[in-house]
Structures are given as structure tokens and as C-alpha cells.
């Protein structure tokens, strides 16, 4: 297991912003990718923003512009800004890391998971 601490969910009005953080036990670069993903009640979870070991960035198009996603390698944490909130965007929202290890020439995926902060945005 590779302990993922979120923090920085909370309430906000629309046009607000919050900074989630998640903090990573060990070595960051340990994992191919650090995403955030985001699960509304009655909804599959879903991919709000990646970001690469190599710090290439990717987001879904519903958050793109007004999110961003970084990194702090010292400090084993990743970020997720986001700004211009909409109440569409009320979630859980969840750390992930993403490690392949090669076993015997086979790529074997493994995903660690935080256990969630609540982002509610009110209209």
C-alpha cells in the first residue's frame, strides 16, 4: 500500500477556488503518472487531470483552463488548482498514482488511491 493523504476539499461559491494537495508517502517518482479524479453522487468516477513523471499534463475538457495540475517533487505532493468553480463540479475528489513495474518482460499496472476530499461548490 503507498499512503495518499488528500487535504483542501471544502465548500466554495461559484467562481471560487480551492487548492487540493496530495500528499505522497516515499518517492514520487516511483509513479509513471499522479492523477486526480473526481466521483459526483450517482456518476462513475471519472478523470479530471493527470500529470506525468516527466511532468507532461493532460485534463479533461470540462475542467480544462480553469484547473491545474503540478507537482512539487521535494515535498512527495501533488496539486490540483482550480479556479472558476462551477457547482457541476460538487465531488469527491480523489489522488491517485499510477505505477507500472515490469515483471518478467510483462507491464504490470498498479493504482494507490487517497481516500477522498468533499469539493462542494454552492450556486
Known amino acids: 500500500q503507498v499512503p495518499l493523504v488528500e487535504s483542501g476539499g471544502g465548500l466554495v461559491q461559484t467562481g471560487g477556488s480551492l487548492r487540493l494537495s496530495c500528499a505522497v508517502s516515499?518517492?514520487?517518482?516511483?509513479?509513471?503518472?499522479m492523477g486526480w479524479y473526481r466521483q459526483a453522487p450517482g456518476k462513475q468516477r471519472e478523470l479530471v487531470a493527470r500529470i506525468t513523471r516527466g511532468s507532461n499534463t493532460d485534463y479533461d475538457d470540462s475542467v480544462q483552463g480553469r484547473f491545474t495540475v503540478s507537482r512539487d517533487n521535494a515535498k512527495n505532493t501533488v496539486y490540483l488548482q482550480m479556479n472558476s468553480l462551477k457547482p457541476e463540479d460538487t465531488a469527491v475528489y480523489y489522488c491517485n498514482a499510477h505505477m507500472i513495474t515490469t515483471i518478467q518482460g510483462l507491464d504490470v499496472p498498479s493504482d494507490y488511491w487517497g481516500q477522498g476530499t468533499q469539493v462542494t461548490v454552492s450556486s
Open positions: 516515499g518517492n514520487l517518482f516511483r509513479f509513471n503518472a
